[in-house]
Nanobody
Framework: QVQLVESGGGLVQAGGSLRLSCVAS????????MSWVRQAPGKEREYVAG????????YYADSVRGRFTISRDNAKNTVYLQMNTLKREDTAVYYC????????????????WGQGTQVTVSS
């Protein structure tokens, strides 16, 4: 019942930073465990990061841990992904998604998906 719209993607040089945003509407945002998932051509879909309803619990893929930070502002119905020290391997379409729990999200059992935003990291 929640609709999601991502923004903030673009082209950045390796070592640079971007912040992605995902704005939700519809069902109350705070009911959902929120996730970021990425997809690059020729590669498998990768679960990037997740955050609990309160923001008190987070999860990161090994490939981004220490470089990316997920956060949420329930008052603004928004989830963010701060991406630092970007690498060429981070190039992908990034999708925001809403689900019930981390366990479900890691299995891609997600209720709603955004349209995606392109992130391109140059050499």
């Amino acid at each position: 019942q929640v609709q999601l719209v991502e923004s903030g993607g673009g082209l950045v040089q390796a070592g640079g930073s971007l912040r992605l945003s995902c704005v939700a509407s519809g069902r109350r945002f705070s009911d959902y465990y929120m996730s970021w998932v990425r997809q690059a051509p020729g590669k498998e879909r990768e679960y990037v990061a997740g955050i609990s309803w309160s923001g008190g619990s987070t999860y990161y893929a090994d490939s981004v841990r220490g470089r990316f930070t997920i956060s949420r502002d329930n008052a603004k119905n928004t989830v963010y992904l701060q991406m630092n020290t970007l690498k060429r391997e981070d190039t992908a379409v990034y999708y925001c998604a809403a689900g019930a729990t981390l366990g479900a999200a890691l299995k891609y059992e997600l209720d709603s998906w955004g349209q995606g935003t392109q992130v391109t990291v140059s050499s």
